[in-house]
């Protein structure tokens, strides 16, 4: 089956650096996308990967392994606004997105 | 302000009513689809449509209905809604169905 696995929850201190991991097994690799969802809100695209290495966008940076199956996302310089759902999906073969069940992450003052 | 627009934006519903949840996007996307997304679960697609005029089933279509007779508007319909179909139903978009997904401001549903 296919799957994609995150951590539930995060916590971190404003200001510093967090890392949110997601591993996938899926049928197929056709890019790996990651979402942000504030509580209440609409899922809200943050970077998109298809080849190994790190894309870098402000202070947000996303890693992928294609080898690993593994990716992350680096936040840095952490506001409390950053405190949010964080979505990792993988688009299969037949192009279709399967999706994680997110990480929180609480920001602390 | 181009994007998606959802409505209702809440619903409760007695078991049995027949509910449809309207979806339209004005970014001219050739791509659309229904989500589910409930606690502790990952978003699940419930129905999509690469193009005008075609639909497909997703992870869980059972109990939903879709159409797709233009490009700006993807209904989603419940004929006959039960307590498990309570949800948090998210419409979204893109422009290609290997492009990024823009997603409306969901439709929280509540069946009784």
């Known amino acids: 089956g296919q799957n994609i696995d995150q951590p539930t929850e995060m916590t971190a201190t404003e200001g510093a650096i967090v890392q949110i991991n997601c591993t996938y097994q899926t049928s197929g690799f056709n890019g790996l996308f990651w979402y942000q969802q504030h509580a209440g809100e609409a899922p809200t695209f943050l970077s998109y990967?298809?080849l190994d290495g790190l894309e870098e966008k402000g202070r947000f940076s996303s890693f992928l392994s294609r080898s690993k199956g593994y990716s992350y996302l680096l936040l840095k310089e952490l506001q409390m606004k950053d405190s949010a759902s964080y979505l990792c999906?993988?688009?299969?073969?037949?192009?279709?997105?399967?999706w994680g069940a997110g990480t929180k992450l609480i920001i602390k003052p | 302000i181009a994007g998606i627009t959802q409505a209702p934006t809440s619903q409760i519903l007695a078991a049995g009513r027949r509910m449809t949840l309207r979806c339209t996007q004005d970014m001219r996307h050739n791509a659309m689809y229904w989500y589910r997304q409930d606690l502790g679960l990952g978003l699940r697609l419930i129905h999509y449509s690469n193009t005008a005029g075609t639909t497909g089933k997703g992870e869980v279509p059972d109990g939903y209905s879709v159409s797709r007779a233009n490009t700006d508007d993807f209904p989603l319909t419940l004929a006959s809604a039960v307590p498990s179909q309570t949800s948090v139903y998210f419409c979204a978009s893109s422009h290609k169905n290997t492009g990024e997904l823009f997603f409306g401001e969901g439709s929280r549903l509540t069946v009784l």
């Open positions: 999906a993988v688009r299969d073969s037949n192009y279709q997105l399967i």
């Open positions: 990967n298809v």
